[in-house]
C-alpha cells in the first residue's frame, strides 16, 4: 500500500514537471518569435528614421523629391520619387488579385462541394503544390514563355508589363486563396449541409447559398492574405515586370515596384548613404501597408463571422 502511494506521488510529480516544462518551452519559442519580430521592426525602423537624424531630409531626399514622379536615384541630381513605385506594386497587386480571388475561391467551393472524394484527393495536393514552386522558376517562366507568347497574341508593345508580372504572382497566391478559402467552408457545420440535402436542396443551391455565404470571413481573409503576399512579391516582379518606374495606371507598360527595388538597388548602395536610407524608407512603407490590411482582415473577418453566427 505504501509503495502504491509512492508511485503514484512520483507519477504526479513527473507529469507535473513534464506539464510545467511544456509551458516554458511554449512561453520560450514564442517569446523568441516575439523578440525577433521586434528587432527586425525597428532595425527598419532605426534605419529609415536616419533620414531625419543624418539631415537627408534636408538635402536631396526631402519630402517633396519623395513624393516626385521620378526615381533616378544614381542621377547627378538624384531624385527619389517613391509614387511609381507605389503605383507599380498596386497595379501589379491587383491584377494578381483580380486572377486567383476568383480561381481560388471557386476552385476551394468545387473541392468542398461538388469534388467527389476521389478527384478532391487529386486535385488539392496539386493546388496546393504550386505554393512550394520557387518564385524564380515562375518567374524564369513568365520571362522566357509566356511574355513572348502573350506579346505575338495581343500584339502588346511591351514584352514586359504589369499585366505578366501580374499573371505570375497570381500563381503564387492562388494556392494561399485556396486554402484559406476551402478551410473555411470546411469549417460551416456539417449538420446545416444534412440538414439542406434532407429537405431536397442540390449541390448548386447548398454550395452558392449556405457554404459560400458562410465562409465570407474566410473568403474576405484569403483576398487579404493574397493581396499582402501580391504587394510584397519580389523575384517575380523583378524578373517579368520591365522594371522601369513610368508613374502611369496603363497595367500594358513595365512597372517597378516597391520590394522589387530595394531587391536590385539594396546589394550596390554604400551603406549608411543617401540612398541606402531611402531604400529603408520603402521598406517601411511595406512594413506598415502589411500591418494596415492585417488589422482590416482581422477587424472584417471579426465582424462578419459575429453577424453570420448571430
Known amino acids: 500500500m505504501k509503495r502504491d502511494t509512492s508511485f503514484m506521488v512520483t507519477n504526479t510529480f513527473r507529469r507535473k514537471f513534464v506539464d510545467f516544462a511544456s509551458r516554458i518551452g511554449v512561453y520560450v519559442v514564442a517569446g523568441l518569435t516575439i523578440i525577433l519580430l521586434a528587432f527586425v521592426i525597428i532595425f527598419i525602423f532605426k534605419e529609415a528614421f536616419s533620414l531625419f537624424t543624418k539631415g537627408y531630409v534636408s538635402e536631396n531626399a526631402n519630402f517633396r523629391n519623395l513624393l516626385s514622379l521620378s526615381w533616378q536615384p544614381i542621377n547627378v541630381e538624384p531624385r527619389y520619387g517613391i509614387i511609381p513605385l507605389i503605383m507599380g506594386s498596386l497595379k501589379v497587386a491587383l491584377i494578381a488579385l483580380v486572377i486567383a480571388l476568383p480561381l481560388g475561391v471557386l476552385s476551394a467551393l468545387y473541392v468542398s462541394v461538388y469534388a467527389s472524394r476521389r478527384v478532391k484527393e487529386v486535385v488539392k495536393p496539386v493546388i496546393e503544390l504550386i505554393a ?146 531611402v531604400l529603408f524608407i520603402i521598406g517601411f512603407i511595406l512594413l506598415v501597408v502589411t500591418l494596415i490590411f492585417n488589422t482590416i482582415a482581422n477587424v472584417v473577418a471579426s465582424l462578419l463571422r459575429r453577424k453570420l453566427y448571430s
Open 132 to 277: 512550394g514552386l520557387p518564385t524564380v522558376v515562375i518567374g524564369f517562366f513568365m520571362l522566357i514563355v509566356a511574355a513572348s507568347f502573350l506579346q505575338s497574341v495581343l500584339q502588346w508593345d511591351f514584352r514586359l508589363n504589369a499585366v505578366v508580372g501580374g499573371m505570375g504572382v497570381s500563381l503564387v497566391i492562388i494556392p494561399v486563396v485556396f486554402t484559406i478559402s476551402e478551410d473555411g467552408m470546411n469549417a460551416v457545420p456539417r449538420s446545416i449541409i444534412e440538414s439542406a440535402y434532407a429537405m431536397g436542396a442540390s449541390k448548386h443551391h447548398i454550395a452558392w447559398k449556405i457554404v459560400l455565404p458562410s465562409s465570407l470571413n474566410a473568403v474576405f481573409s484569403a483576398g487579404i492574405v493574397g493581396g499582402m503576399r501580391a504587394f510584397g512579391e519580389t523575384m517575380i516582379v523583378l524578373m517579368a515586370t520591365g522594371n522601369a518606374p513610368i508613374p502611369l495606371w496603363d497595367p500594358l507598360l513595365p512597372v517597378r515596384t516597391m520590394s522589387a527595388t530595394i531587391a536590385s538597388e539594396m546589394g550596390e548602395v554604400h551603406i549608411g548613404s543617401e540612398h541606402y536610407v
